[in-house]
T-cell receptor, first 118, second 110 residues
């Protein structure tokens, strides 16, 4: 159980285009989902927290107009990288947490999406 | 900022126990310690978590000191497939966020 999927697993796009990444919890309902990104040889950096039916909360330094997050259902969150540029090339990883107990519920991660912007 | 300190790298012989230490001296009384690992180019995989008591599951054991300022993740019989970056994380008590540090790169050698 507790499987999180992401689609696509990798994407290559031209500079200036927008890219949408989907994150799904397959066997549980996720009231909260998180988006991270990871540059080569670095650790994961939390970008934003999304709660189903409400606006996402972004970490300091993350542009909310560039990284649009939608969490329209309890099993799906999407991250749209708008007007992507080469510096947005990264490994984007989502995670999902079932339930409402923020302090104790385990968070499960998706396999990640490799974005390359040419 | 991450609330934990881990050695950057460790080696372990295949078949032997791997003991990965973690310091979390500023942990609060109701904050949990979580361990995840990340194999190259994959999403992090949940291993185990604990609050005060030692915990064991099919993957590993977690030993937390009585003062809760440090913990050790034990992989009882390491295999080559256990080669990964291991992250020890103190979960934020209010938001539940997981803030990743640099982790420990464990290399299991034949």
């Amino acid at each position: 159980g507790a499987v999180v999927s992401q689609h696509p697993s990798w994407v290559i796009c031209k500079s200036g285009t927008s890219v949408k990444i989907e994150c799904r919890s397959l066997d549980f309902q996720a009231t909260t989902m998180f988006w991270y990104r990871q540059f080569p040889k670095q650790s994961l950096m939390l970008m934003a927290t999304s709660n189903e039916g409400s606006k996402a909360t972004y970490e300091q330094g993350v542009e909310k107009d560039k990284f649009l997050i939608n969490h329209a259902s309890l099993t799906l969150s999407t991250l749209t990288v708008t007007s992507a540029h080469p510096e947005d090339s990264s490994f984007y990883i989502c995670s999902a947490r079932p339930g409402l107990a923020a302090r104790t519920d385990t968070q499960y991660f998706g396999p990640g999406t490799r974005l390359t912007v040419l | 900022d991450a609330k934990t300190t881990q050695p950057p790298s460790m080696d372990c012989a295949e078949g032997r126990a791997a003991n990965l230490p973690c310091n979390h001296s500023t942990i609060s009384g109701n904050e949990y310690v979580y361990w995840y690992r990340q194999i190259h180019s994959q999403g992090p995989q949940y291993i185990i978590h604990g609050l005060k008591n030692n915990e064991t599951n099919e993957m590993a054991s977690l030993i937390i000191t009585e003062d809760r300022k440090s913990s050790t993740l034990i992989l009882p019989h390491a295999t080559l497939r256990d080669t990964a970056v291991y992250y020890c994380i103190v979960r934020d008590r209010n938001t539940g966020k997981l803030i990743f540090g640099q982790g420990t790169t464990l290399q299991v050698k034949p």
